[in-house]
């Protein structure tokens, strides 16, 4: 008969819990902050001084008649163009999940792209 504790495998699988929910925490991040995607501020430089982990959230907020967001490689990212993998939101709120590695963003209106409204963001495991 049992002693009325949970024992070491019950002890193990509490831990195991706890260490599984700490590493699924994300974070959610409203880029731009209070000025959210807008070609108003140099999108390229938000991202610096954060930290980035896969699974953390992007939320982008912007005038849906004006501007778009989408999710490209580093060469849409880099020439301002949607390429044929891109993912194209037009919500004006989209919540986009980080993938590790390079993450891109760009508006699909090249000439709002090369004035400034694109983004690079790594995000660690």
């Known amino acids: 008969m049992g002693r009325g504790g949970l024992g070491v495998g019950g002890l193990l699988l509490i831990m195991l819990i706890v260490i599984n929910m700490e590493v699924n925490e994300s974070t959610t991040y409203e880029v731009g902050d209070e000025f959210g995607w807008d070609p108003t501020i140099d999108m390229e430089t938000w991202p610096r001084g954060k930290t980035f982990h896969a699974g953390d959230i992007l939320e982008f907020k912007y005038d849906d008649q004006k501007y ?58």
């Open 68 to 125: 778009d967001v989408v999710v490209t490689d580093q060469e849409g990212h880099d020439t301002c163009t949607v390429t044929p993998r891109s993912e194209v939101h037009n919500s004006g709120d989209d919540r986009i999940e980080l993938q590790h590695g390079g993450n891109y963003f760009i508006c699909s209106i090249s000439s709002l792209c090369s004035a400034g409204l694109k983004m690079a963001v790594s995000a660690d495991f």
